[in-house]
């Protein structure tokens, strides 16, 4: 059984700070890498996609992959409010098979 | 307006029951997949279809069965539902999942919550 692991949390940060977001996962050749942000009683929505080794930054969010360690993280610069909810790792195997983690629940205090 | 719906939004039934779940995208995607999601485990997926007759098993198929007769419509069906299938069940869609070094979204339906007793 192939895995995505993340810290439940909740992950607690002040208003303006950087929020932390980690992931790692079990299987080498996954190629494809995502964050979706859960808010309480809504559905998934993808915020960032990344392939390749390195950052990739969207606005306030950068996803940070790192193949060889087995680990994406993303980031979330100038945290408000709203970015208080629920962000899931996915991940992409060998058949498209996307394998969820269990998500990390992140508040940010005003 | 660009959407996934999934019918019904709540449902209580009993154990043995057979019942399906609809799921239905306007947005004439290729890929569609059914997702539960439970306290603690997040999201686990059932079955996707890369297009019309074309499915395969997800992480937890056991139980379940699905149809692609059409490409906007993936129903999910519990022939005999039991009560480990209580569960909030999340249909999605993409043009595709991903792609080298793109991806499309995947949008998602508002979800189904099964209660079954």
């Known amino acids: 059984q192939k895995e995505v692991e993340q810290n439940s949390g909740p992950l607690s940060v002040p208003e303006g700070a950087i929020a932390s977001l980690n992931c790692t996962y079990s299987d080498r050749g996954s190629q494809s890498f995502f964050w979706y942000r859960q808010y309480s009683g809504k559905s998934p929505e993808l915020i960032m996609f990344i392939y390749s080794n390195g950052d990739k930054e969207d606005g306030r969010f950068t996803a940070q992959l790192n193949k060889a360690s087995q680990y994406v993280s993303l980031l979330i610069r100038d945290s408000q409010p709203s970015d208080s909810a629920t962000y899931l790792c996915?991940?992409?195997?060998?058949?498209?098979?996307?394998?969820f983690g269990a998500g990390t629940i992140l508040r940010v205090k005003s | 307006e660009a959407q996934v719906t999934q019918n019904p939004r709540y449902l209580i039934t009993v154990t043995g029951k057979k019942l399906t779940v609809t799921c239905s995208q306007n947005?004439?995607?290729?890929?569609m997949s059914w997702y539960r999601q439970d306290p603690g485990l997040g999201l686990r997926q059932i079955y996707y279809?890369?297009?019309?007759?074309?499915?395969d098993k997800g992480d937890v198929p056991e139980g379940y069965k699905v149809s692609r007769k059409e490409k906007r419509n993936f129903p999910l069906i519990l022939e005999s539902p039991s009560p480990n299938q209580t569960s909030l069940y999340f249909c999605?869609?993409?043009?595709?999942?991903?792609?080298?070094?793109?991806?499309?979204?995947?949008?998602f339906g508002p979800g189904t919550r099964l209660t079954v007793l």
């Open positions: 999605a869609s993409s043009r595709r999942l991903a792609g080298g070094y793109s991806t499309d979204t995947q949008y």
């Open positions: 947005m004439n995607h290729e890929y």
């Open positions: 996915a991940v992409l195997e060998y058949g498209n098979k996307l394998v």
């Open positions: 279809s890369m297009n019309v007759e074309v499915t």
